[in-house]
């Protein structure tokens, strides 16, 4: 457009939550974007399912659509702005806007974490730029400081708590507000979970995320299904409460982490001492940790959802994108891939471990656990024996020292066999 | 340079442990430094006060100069990294370097906090960029990442603790290790604080780096002198040992604060409540934390000093620094400039208040202090009395709801005045 230019074409695909809040401040905040930028952000036209939906915005209706094609093949659009969740359609639009030479910004966790590294090559290919910092941890500024951190650091791990609905659910078992399904139902009730939480409670969001942010972090393709994944429906209260007397909460964390020219990739409930930052992220909170060869160990923390604060990310992004549009240029950061990195499979991750077992409460019982797990070659920190109701039957809850996760596996299975012991209730790992 | 450009010259200023790890670091990373901008990074001229000194790092011998003009007036040098520190001649050397049409990165809080307004505005007519990031927060991004969101967010509130001796003797002091002079003699022993403490106890470095943040976050020129300071010198650790009792931890924090079209500028102990996030930044760390209208809640923690962590963020700016370089463009952030925002006088804030009195062991003490309070319309909150040594006289602890300085002092003389009270040992705000 050059010398012409009056304004930066937007076309918004989605007017749901966060569609809505995007063309709110765009409309709000225009006068003080413009001079910021030196053009006004004009959204041209909005995508949406059901144009005769009631919204809580005032979007001129000339510009609402049905029709995708409006925006993909209008020369004037310049930007697109998507933000209407779930791998398709999404994909497809964001594929197609960038081959068109568009500027993508983002909010899709999921499509990012599928086909990322698809996105980002055409992008490059076109030489335009593709945005997401809303995919990750909402409000928090984290994509864009990982790239600019990325350029002087090598990232050694990323730990974050970036699944609010799961941090929600923790934070309310540790404080004894009930069973998971108990406090489950309340976090439905007040909008924190959705009535299906399969996608928050067995880590497969978290799993998205992280798969985004060890992407970026390690230069490699990190796809959803190369994270070890296991979520928190069989987490009992007793545990939360056996962890604080040993000086721990219990976090789902997400965990990349480089060892040996390798890469530990993993969600699971986490032991975390007391005293560790992360430890303290309560409610739906998010927060993650970049540790990097030169800075050390930075924590971001922040509102991991919401409307206004997913709008303040995908609103940043986008007068990035226009400062790139505006300037007729932009720089992409470096995509190179570091060949050779390989995942860590899950048996070869080394741990120390929380052992939750049901045994008989007669003698000899611990003698042949602790039997088992010499065998194993694991030691045994620490050890806390409880009689249960006496129903003949106690509790028995073990601290080992660091141990691959292999070797543990298979002193579980023989725990199992043993005589004496009715269940293995829970194992949980501590936070490396 | 064009299309002829082999390397990104770089003219270096002072090679203490910082400038020896920014050296460092650009050797040992230099191809992947080169890769990632295109162009190699080459130091060619470094200044140094001693040419004899011995240094660890290696550095050619025909680099080093002790003449300022053979950077300044070589124009093979695009890029001045300054990491001298203090005011002068730093601040002469930047000014010069940007009016030469060079690139700038410092990590000088006191050259930043005092003409940081001048500096920036001459980069802008030159159009070159002056890159601060290691000037707060040392290893923490949080220049940068305030940049862009405050291209989307209004910022209400910076809080931030940003000094780390401070930090580590107030640490020492809650966990009943000494007394402030005994944990200041114990940071000097470990190199946390030096042998002159007086900008750092004082409060004088957190008000350049709060001035440097404020500048930042509400866009009006912030200098020193209009931060209100006090120190921690007169802390006792019976101070620590109440305020843990009422659930608060004390922190020196720096605060920055819009309140109905004013700026509260501030740096002074403070006590914050113990689940809040700031209250768990121990140590030498550091925490900064941004609150915007879209955005909600934001911290960034980590270590706020530190040859490595200073060294990643200069090195970080750099490479910013490079890009544009190499582009040959450059995008000058917005540096709008509020109309008509003043400074509120100490005065005029608004708090609660812990207070800590030394009164007489005797009836009426309790209620003619609280009759001064009732007169200034002071509201308490809570009171905790305790005998002395059994010398006659007691401690009395009291917290205050939320009212203005000006009526607080008041009320204090008023105390002071009274039969039966020895001495106000402390006054201390409680956290916004």
Redesign the interface.
Known sequence: MGSERRSIGIGLLGLGVVGAGVAR?LQE?AAV?A??IGYPLEIRRVLVRDPKKPRDVAVDPALITTNVREILEDPGVEMVIEVMGGEQPAYGYLLEALQAGKFVVTANKEVMAKHGAELLATARQRNVDLLYEASVGG???II??LK??L???DILSVTAIINGTTNYILTAMSRGVGSFDEVLADAQRLGYAESDPTNDVEGIDASYKLSILATLAFHMDVHPEHVYREGITKLAERDFAYARELGYAIKLLAIARKRDGAVELRVHPTLVPQDA?LA??DGVLNAVEIE????????????GA?S??T???V??DA??AA?SIS?S?Y?P??F?REAGLRVVPIDDVRSRYYLRLRVADQPGVLARIAGVLADARISIASVIQRELEGDGTAELVMMTHEAPEADLRRALDGMRALEGVDAVETMLRVRP
């Open positions: 401040i905040k974007y001079r910021q409000g928090i500024p864009a400081p600019r951190d350029l002087a650091n930052l303290n992220v990097g060869d030169l800075m050390s160990r930075v924590l971001f923390q922040g509102p919401g206004l604060p709008t303040s990310a609103v940043a007068l990035d400062v300037n240029v720089w950061h470096s190179r």
